[in-house]
């Protein structure tokens, strides 16, 4: 498997996991009597900030609105990240480790405080960087060596 077809392949995982984000979030409905209040009273609790009034439950909608733009942009990275990998393998560098590094802290954290599906999406997602980064890596090395 090429990197290329690899971070490809992340990319549309990271669409899904955007999406999957996005409705999940936006469709929750508490199962308990409890957490409906809890809902209910981060909506009706407000507060000033900046000249503003603000809810936590705004807070809530809008960090989770945040999370799915940066779900956007590391789709939109491992998609460039691919078409580098094809066209100048070296120009990727630690970039690529270090986005390797951000879905492995993605997977811990969804393991910590998040349900099944989207740990499984940063597990998936993490092997395809993980695995992309070493055939750049290997191939840059190798590029390298002949190059001398």
């Keep these: 498997m090429s990197a290329t077809l690899l ?11 955007a999406a999957g984000h996005t409705v999940g979030f936006l469709r929750f409905t508490p ?3 409890e957490g409906v209040a809890v809902r209910d009273s981060m909506d009706n ?16 909608r809008g960090f989770g609105l945040f ?11 491992a998609w460039y990240l691919g078409g580098l990998a094809a066209t100048d393998p070296k120009a990727i560098g630690s970039l690529g480790w270090v986005f390797v590094l951000l879905q492995l ?11 099944p599906p989207p740990a499984v999406f940063s597990l998936l997602i993490a092997v395809c960087v ?19």
């Design 67 to 77: 999370v799915t733009t940066f779900f956007l942009f590391s789709a939109f990275l």
């Design 31 to 33: 199962p308990t009597a």
């Design 130 to 148: 993980g695995w992309a980064a070493l055939l750049v890596q290997r191939t840059a090395t190798a590029a390298s060596a002949a190059a001398r």
């Design 7 to 17: 971070y490809r392949i992340a990319a549309v995982l990271l669409i899904l996991f």
């Design 105 to 115: 802290v993605s997977l811990v954290l969804s393991l910590i405080y998040f349900a």
């Design 45 to 60: 609790v407000s507060f000033h900030a900046f000249g503003r009034t603000l809810t936590y439950g705004g807070f809530y």
